[in-house]
């Protein structure tokens, strides 16, 4: 996905973001497989485990594995058919999950080539929120941030100031 470069802003803010919130003495459950920030993540100390690819809509049993007070979820849940589901059984006590926001001048992405990489849920911030509030979460901190784009076009110039990316730190409400 990132062979030519990497989303280096959007890395970088969400680092920030999870050393605000998130230990590195907390052992941390990553969905989605080994990738360029799980790596930038254990660069900074964190202790991380990824899922192993497998379908989260059919198969969480990963989510019951191990002992991980802290699940992340980066740019994840826009792709699955039922993130409800998977909200509802991580064990972990904490959450960070990112998504990249709904944009109203452009369409839901759909690679024509990987199967994996679509995207089914086009989120705007209270949808996610609500989705959140349902399955037993306390959101407890939240950012939007841009990522503009070294291309030119009308696309290009509205992600400048159109926020493309909602982080949230969240508690299990016990």
Same mark, same amino acid.
């Given at each position: 996905m990132y062979e030519k470069t990497f989303p280096?802003?959007?890395?970088?803010? =969400?680092? @920030?973001?999870?050393?605000?919130?998130?230990?590195?003495?907390? @052992?941390?459950? $990553?969905?989605?497989v080994d990738n360029p920030f799980s790596k930038i993540m254990k660069e900074n100390g964190y202790t991380v485990t990824? =899922?192993?690819?497998?379908?989260? $809509?059919?198969?969480?049993? @990963?989510?019951?594995?191990?002992?991980?007070?802290?699940? =992340? @979820?980066f740019e994840i849940f826009e792709h699955l058919l039922n993130p409800f589901t998977v909200l509802q059984n991580i064990q972990s006590d904490k959450l960070v999950i990112s998504i990249p926001m709904r944009l109203w001048f452009s369409p839901a992405y759909r690679s024509k080539t990987d199967m994996w990489d679509r995207h089914y849920h086009e989120f705007e911030d209270w949808q996610l929120d609500w989705l959140l509030e349902k399955t037993g979460w306390k959101i407890l901190d939240r950012e939007k941030f841009t990522n503009p784009v070294k291309q030119i076009g009308i696309r290009p110039l509205l992600?400048?100031?159109?926020?493309?990316?909602?982080i949230v730190y969240a508690e299990k409400v016990k």
């Open positions: 280096n802003k959007r890395f970088k803010h =969400t680092l @920030a973001f999870l050393q605000k919130h998130i230990s590195p003495s907390e @052992a941390i459950l $990553d969905l989605g990824n =899922t192993k690819g497998e379908d989260l $809509d059919i198969d969480q049993r @990963a989510l019951a594995e191990g002992n991980y007070p802290v699940t =992340t @979820a992600r400048r100031f159109t926020p493309r990316y909602y």
